[in-house]
């Protein structure tokens, strides 16, 4: 395995990354796109595991405002994973001079990796693995999980824990994504409108016990997708299958390249 451990400069922003290539690789990188509060580092080791799984080159950067990358600004735009999708996601393609993409995202990054599908079909992407996606806001637990995670922030060692990935600018890339999913303007927040110009294959995992989003999140997502999608659901799995199943996870990944003719031979 080769490793680049670098920065990407995308609109005077610092954007790190971490690229995985095996020796034998294919022209198909897979780009990981993280959570909320997530970044490079908090993928941990999946990646590589996928990378050695596929042979396929593992891509994984940290947005603006999260682990070592440059801090964003706040207030956060409520069309931030619009912006992500739509404007940073390409350049970032360019910049790593990928021609061919499966995105591989999570939470967050799995609903900018529907809005950059969505939005004129590049001819680049060739696959979405969509972890946990949600397509619009459900106020009665997405809201009120993230209000318990405010005072979680507050009350427990949460902030000492996320100071690992983001240090000094813990607080910053915090109260950046919880100040922008509970202001009041962002209930209607929706992106189902991208889903009928989605025309590649589609990979849907997701947790049972998921506390940010229920499986009428992933439910949407197939109904209006128009060829569908292959569905992978975690019996007693929480918000994270990467970390939560690692195995299950990687497994499903793998059948559904397989499956899709994604996988093929060297």
């Given at each position: 395995m080769r490793e680049i451990r670098d920065f990407f400069e995308i609109d005077g922003d610092k954007l790190e990354y971490h690229l995985i290539t095996p020796r034998k690789s294919r022209d198909t990188t897979l780009v990981f796109l993280h959570e909320g509060l997530g970044c490079v580092a908090m993928w941990k080791d999946f990646p590589r595991r996928v990378a050695e799984a596929t042979g396929y080159p593992t891509l994984a950067y940290s947005r603006a405002g999260y682990g070592g990358s440059t801090p964003c600004q706040r207030p956060r735009p409520i069309t931030f994973m619009h912006d992500e999708g739509l404007k940073v996601l390409p350049k970032v393609f360019a910049a790593a001079g990928i021609s061919q993409?499966?995105?591989?995202?999570?939470?967050?990054?799995?609903?900018?990796?529907?809005?950059?599908?969505?939005?004129?079909?590049?001819?680049?992407?060739?696959?979405l693995v969509l972890m946990a996606p949600h397509v619009f806001v459900e106020e009665e637990l997405t809201v009120n999980s993230i209000r318990k995670a405010k005072s979680a922030y507050r009350a427990t060692d949460l902030r000492q824990r996320l100071a690992r990935y983001h240090g000094d600018n813990v607080d910053h890339t915090f109260l950046s994504w919880v100040d922008t999913w509970l202001d009041e303007s962002f209930l209607a927040w929706n992106i189902e409108g991208f889903l009928p110009s989605i025309s590649v294959p589609t990979l849907l995992i997701q947790g049972d016990e998921d506390n940010y989003g229920t499986l009428r999140q992933v439910e949407i997502i197939n109904k209006h997708l128009p060829g569908g999608a292959d569905m992978f659901i975690l019996?007693?799995?929480?918000?994270?299958?990467?970390?939560?199943y690692p195995s299950e996870t990687l497994n499903a990944i793998t059948d559904f390249l397989e499956k899709h003719q994604l996988l093929q031979p060297e």
């Amino acid at each position: 395995m080769r490793e680049i451990r670098d920065f990407f400069e995308i609109d005077g922003d610092k954007l790190e990354y971490h690229l995985i290539t095996p020796r034998k690789s294919r022209d198909t990188t897979l780009v990981f796109l993280h959570e909320g509060l997530g970044c490079v580092a908090m993928w941990k080791d999946f990646p590589r595991r996928v990378a050695e799984a596929t042979g396929y080159p593992t891509l994984a950067y940290s947005r603006a405002g999260y682990g070592g990358s440059t801090p964003c600004q706040r207030p956060r735009p409520i069309t931030f994973m619009h912006d992500e999708g739509l404007k940073v996601l390409p350049k970032v393609f360019a910049a790593a001079g990928i021609s061919q993409a499966i995105l591989v995202g999570h939470s967050d990054g799995a609903s900018i990796a529907l809005i950059n599908a969505g939005s004129d079909n590049d001819h680049r992407l060739r696959g979405l693995v969509l972890m946990a996606p949600h397509v619009f806001v459900e106020e009665e637990l997405t809201v009120n999980s993230i209000r318990k995670a405010k005072s979680a922030y507050r009350a427990t060692d949460l902030r000492q824990r996320l100071a690992r990935y983001h240090g000094d600018n813990v607080d910053h890339t915090f109260l950046s994504w919880v100040d922008t999913w509970l202001d009041e303007s962002f209930l209607a927040w929706n992106i189902e409108g991208f889903l009928p110009s989605i025309s590649v294959p589609t990979l849907l995992i997701q947790g049972d016990e998921d506390n940010y989003g229920t499986l009428r999140q992933v439910e949407i997502i197939n109904k209006h997708l128009p060829g569908g999608a292959d569905m992978f659901i975690l019996p007693g799995c929480g918000h994270a299958p990467f970390r939560e199943y690692p195995s299950e996870t990687l497994n499903a990944i793998t059948d559904f390249l397989e499956k899709h003719q994604l996988l093929q031979p060297e």
